[in-house]
């Protein structure tokens, strides 16, 4: 369409179902490759992924020709059938219902790219419940906790 411009940065982040720590080292950079191709696969740029046992985040140059709910429900369920068919996890492996998604301004990408990049010593200090409740508060997203991941108490 001429004269149709848009550019949109959002950043996802889900977890296995039950937030269980499933994702292991042995497998998680060829989860990160898989999710990126089928991210590129719908057009969008990936910017930064980093997978961690118990969630993953995803930022992305968004193309606006493509659902949210669609993409999502797609990375979701392609990576479970890729996990479970190749047998990564000793259990059944299956991502929890829901998941957030955050908008950012281009001016904003580098900083939350190498937040993401920096996920491991991220998580040296704080739990992913804290991390996320964190996101949520500073992006001022009402919530209720109980529609929330299901999170154990650590």
Not at 17 to 23: H, P, S, T, Y
Not at 62 to 77: A, C, Q, R, S
Request: proline share 2%; hydrophobic share 35%.
């Amino acid at each position: 369409m001429a004269n149709t411009f848009a550019q949109c940065y959002l950043h996802f982040i889900f977890s296995p179902k039950n937030r269980d720590a499933l994702i292991t080292q042995n497998w998680k950079i060829n989860l990160e490759k898989y999710i990126s191709s089928l991210i590129q696969d719908r057009k969008h740029k990936l910017i930064s992924i980093n997978a961690q046992p118990d969630h993953i985040h995803i930022l992305i140059g968004y193309y606006v020709g493509d659902l949210i709910p669609n993409l999502v429900e797609h990375i979701k369920t392609s990576s479970t059938h890729w996990i479970n068919e190749n047998k990564l996890s000793h259990f059944k492996f299956e991502w929890q219902k829901g998941y957030g998604v955050f908008s950012y301004s281009k001016s904003q990408i580098k900083r939350v790219s190498q937040y993401i990049i920096n996920q491991d010593n991220h998580h040296k200090k704080k739990t992913f419940k804290e991390e996320y409740l964190e996101i949520l508060r500073k992006n001022n997203i009402e919530f209720n906790e109980k529609y929330l991941f299901d999170f154990w108490d650590e």
